[in-house]
C-alpha cells in the first residue's frame, strides 16, 4: 500500500523556518518524482514545488523561489521542503503527492498544516 | 502562471449528466494531453479521477470521464449521483514554466 506521511507543520511567525519531511512507503521511491501542493483554508489547490526521481532537477512555483527548497534522500524514501522567510500568504496544508508518470497525481498525504502567523 | 479558468459551480440533479470545463491556452491544455482531474470532498485529500486527457485509473467509477476540444477540457459526471457532491479541480502541464497549474476549483452540488 502506497503511502506518504508528511510532519514538521506547525505555528511560525512571519520571517520564521520550517522544515516538512513526507517519509514513502509502498513504492519505489527512487523511481519516481515527488511533488508539494499547498491549500490555504477554504480556496484551491496549488503547486509549490516538485524534485525528480534522482534530485537533480527541482521546480519551484514563483511564489516561492528563493525562499523554499526541496531535497530528497532516496535511501531513507524522504523528502523534504526547507521553508525560509515564510509568509502569511504560505499558511495552508501541504500535501506530499507521488508522481503519476504524466504530470499526475496518483497519491496524497494527508497534508501537514503550516500556519505563518504573529 | 494564471490558473486554469473553472466555473466555481455548477450542479445538476440526481441522474442527470454535468460536464464541468477547464480552460487554458494552446500552451497548456491545448497543446499536451496532459490534463488531470481531481476530486476532494470537504477535509479530505484530492483523488485523481482523469488522467492523460481521458485516462480513467482503475477503481474510478466509468461514469467519470474526460474529453479535449481545442483549449478546453471537460469533465463529464453521468448518472449523477448524491455522492458525488464534491469540489473538483482540473490541472495541466504548462510549456513556458515546465510544470503544472491547478484550475481554481468546482464545487459540485447535486439537488
Known sequence: EVQLVESGGGLVQPGGSLRLSCAA???????????????????????????????QSTYYVDSVKGRFTISRDNSKNTVFLQMGSLRPEDTAIYHCVKDGG??????????TLVTVSS | ?????????????????????????????????????????????????????????????????????????????????????????????VRSIKSVVFGGGTKLTVL
Not at chain 2, 6 to 25: D, E, L, R, W
Not at chain 2, 83 to 93: G, H, M, R
Request: hydrophobic share 30%.
Open chain 1, 25 to 55: 512507503s509502498g513504492f519505489t521511491f527512487s523511481s519516481h518524482a515527488i511533488h508539494w501542493v499547498r491549500q490555504a483554508p477554504g480556496k484551491g489547490l496549488q503547486y509549490v514545488s516538485a524534485i525528480n526521481d534522482n534530485g
Open chain 1, 102 to 111: 504524466s504530470w499526475d497525481f496518483d497519491y496524497w498525504g494527508l497534508g
Open chain 2, 1 to 93: 502562471q494564471s490558473a486554469l479558468t473553472q466555473p466555481a459551480s455548477v450542479s445538476g440533479s440526481p441522474g442527470q449528466s454535468i460536464t464541468i470545463s477547464c480552460t487554458g491556452s494552446s500552451s497548456d491544455v491545448g497543446g499536451y494531453n496532459l490534463v488531470s482531474w481531481y476530486q476532494q470532498y470537504p477535509g479530505k485529500v484530492p483523488k485523481l479521477m482523469i488522467s492523460e486527457d481521458n485516462k480513467r485509473p482503475s477503481g474510478v467509477s466509468y461514469r467519470f470521464s474526460g474529453s479535449k476540444s481545442g483549449n478546453t477540457a471537460s469533465l463529464t459526471i453521468s448518472g449523477l449521483q448524491a455522492e458525488d457532491e464534491a469540489d473538483y479541480y482540473c490541472c495541466s502541464y
